[in-house]
């Protein structure tokens, strides 16, 4: 296990290096998004060349070092951001999250896709791009494959947000105040790094909004985990691997609680800020490490039995975003 473990570590810290390039900085790429792509690159060249043995390693990554990370994300947040942005800010997350998450269930059963990779873009296109994908993974338990393509329709459209919204913004198409232009950006932009680079781009005001709403998205993780783990607990078949029966015990995410309580207690503010930035570098890091041994299970051929239906998928969820988002920041923002 170690000798797998050691090298997904390897795999990471090159992702963090390419990642602190300007010219990838500048596209701000996390150096998740890095190691999804370096684990698919040995996947698909020396993965057979090596060592079954070094294959529980690689597991353990994708599997337990995931659930750690996604608990430590919870010191990315505070319950004081909710309130900071007021009350028109959350009902619009609310309404985006829950109408992308069912809407692209429902898109995904009229293309006839893969049932999980339907769930994890749209999980993923609503949330918070490949960090919910790996939450929604993790309660779900599909095939590696299916989470690299849901990553990888997020990663696209998420990119092309981050490029369109500054460009429709400063050309007077959008025609939205600055907190409101804050909020559409925070609300509907896939990736939390992808929210901050337009931000960015746009102003302090537009910047600050957009992050605070796009956090807000991310603690919703907490409640569709719970949603999925009760629905897995009520459809799933029992198999040899110990699945549970139709009607069985729920599965609760423990991780997705110990999620919430992290960010009850950075809520209280008792550890130095640069604390919480050291535990941020590190869990980004983490992820990064779960997102390299999921591309290592995912070779081009599984990529191309997937098809064009995911990123259809994605498209359409894309444009729901952009036209549902402006329209509540429109009209939902003056009315709070």
């Given at each position: 296990m170690l000798h797998g473990v050691l090298l997904i570590t390897l795999f990471s810290c090159a992702a963090f290096y390419i990642g602190d390039i300007n010219m990838v900085r500048s596209l701000s790429l996390s150096p998740m998004i890095i190691g999804i792509i370096l684990g698919m690159l040995y996947a698909n060249s020396l993965r057979n060349n090596l060592p079954e043995t070094w294959v529980p390693g690689i597991i353990f990554c994708s599997k337990r070092i995931l659930r750690i990370g996604i608990i430590l994300y919870g010191f990315r947040l505070t319950f004081q951001d909710v309130t900071a942005v007021g009350l028109s800010a959350v009902c619009i997350?609310?309404?985006?999250?829950?109408?992308?998450?069912?809407?692209?269930?429902?898109?995904?059963?009229?293309?006839?896709?893969?049932?999980d990779i339907a769930l994890l873009t749209s999980v993923g296109s609503g949330i918070c791009g490949a960090a919910a994908v790996l939450g929604a993974e993790s309660a779900i338990k599909t095939k590696p494959y299916k989470t690299a393509v849901a990553v990888a329709t997020v990663v696209i459209f998420g990119t092309s947000a981050m490029f369109i919204y500054p460009a429709l913004y400063r050309s007077g198409v959008i025609?939205?105040?600055?907190?409101?232009?804050?909020?559409?950006?925070?609300?509907?932009?896939h990736e939390v790094a992808h929210a901050v680079g337009a931000g960015n781009a746009m102003g302090p005001v537009e910047s600050n909004s957009a992050i605070i709403v796009k956090m807000i998205r991310?603690?919703?993780?907490?409640?569709?985990l719970l949603v999925?783990?009760?629905?897995?607990?009520?459809?799933?078949?029992?198999?040899?691997?110990?699945?549970?029966?139709?009607g069985g015990n729920?599965?609760?995410?423990?991780?997705?609680?110990?999620?919430?309580?992290?960010?009850?207690?950075n809520s209280l503010d008792l550890i130095?800020?640069?604390?919480?930035?050291?535990?941020?570098?590190?869990?980004?890091?983490?992820?990064?490490?779960?997102?390299?041994?999921l591309g290592a299970e995912t070779s081009i051929e599984k990529f191309k039995n997937a098809g064009l239906k995911p990123f259809i998928l994605a498209f359409i969820l894309f444009l729901w975003l952009?036209?549902?988002?402006?329209?509540?920041?429109?009209?939902?923002?003056?009315?709070?």
């Open positions: 997350d609310a309404i985006i999250v829950t109408t992308t998450i069912c809407g692209g269930i429902m898109v995904g059963r009229l293309l006839r896709m893969d049932r025609d939205l105040s600055p907190e409101a232009m804050g909020i559409f950006t925070g609300s509907t932009i991310v603690m919703m993780l907490v409640p569709v999925l783990s009760y629905s897995m607990a009520r459809t799933a078949v029992k198999t040899a691997t110990g699945k549970q029966k139709a729920i599965s609760i995410p423990w991780f997705a609680i110990l999620f919430l309580v992290v960010i009850g207690f130095p800020k640069n604390l919480v930035d050291f535990i941020n570098t590190f869990d980004t890091f983490l992820l990064t490490m779960a997102m390299t041994a952009m036209t549902s988002g402006y329209l509540m920041a429109k009209f939902l923002v003056p009315m709070f």
